[in-house]
């Protein structure tokens, strides 16, 4: 094999490595986004690091204790994304639409159901 032609296959296995090393960190990214390190950031002021409510604010919302939840991976979605508000219009829980990227929701809905267990 030639000095030239050796020095192209280097760099077409630089280009190639490069590529995958991209796509398999981009994919990383994308599965394992940090449920929980979004709810502490997003939600646990409200809900609790654990989730269940026991905080005088919480108490005061009336937010509801996570681990006994009973809501659907779709309920649970719609919740985040539409917030809540009570009969007489008043925002329980902020609307976070637009906010969570649809791999970050699918984190969070999995950290919302970790504490049923
Ligand atoms: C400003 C306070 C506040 C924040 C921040 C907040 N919530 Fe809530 N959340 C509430 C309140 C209050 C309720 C109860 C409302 C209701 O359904 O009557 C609630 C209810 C819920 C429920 C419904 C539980 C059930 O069984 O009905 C889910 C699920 C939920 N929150 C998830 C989240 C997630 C996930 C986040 C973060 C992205 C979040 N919340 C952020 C106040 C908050």
């Known amino acids: 094999m030639s000095a030239v032609h050796s ?7 630089l280009a190639f490595a490069a590529v ?11 599965i394992c986004a ?9 939600c646990a002021a409200c809900h609790g690091k654990d989730g269940k409510a026991q905080t005088p604010v919480a108490r005061k919302l009336g ?8 809501l659907t991976d779709a309920e649970v979605e719609k919740q985040v ?3 809540r508000r009570d009969e007489r219009g008043n925002q329980k829980m902020p609307s976070f639409k637009g906010r969570l990227s649809p791999e970050e929701l699918k984190s969070l809905i ?8």
């Not at 995958?20 to 994308?30: H, S």
């Not at 999995?110 to 267990?117: E, T």
């Open 34 to 42: 940090d449920g929980e390190g979004l709810f502490l950031k997003h």
């Open 110 to 117: 999995a950290a919302v159901k970790a504490f049923r267990k």
């Open 20 to 30: 995958v090393g991209a796509l398999t960190l981009g994919l990383r990214q994308g």
């Open 81 to 83: 994304v539409e917030g």
């Open 63 to 70: 937010v509801k204790d996570l681990s006994q939840s009973k």
């Open 7 to 13: 020095a192209i296959t280097i760099r077409r296995w």
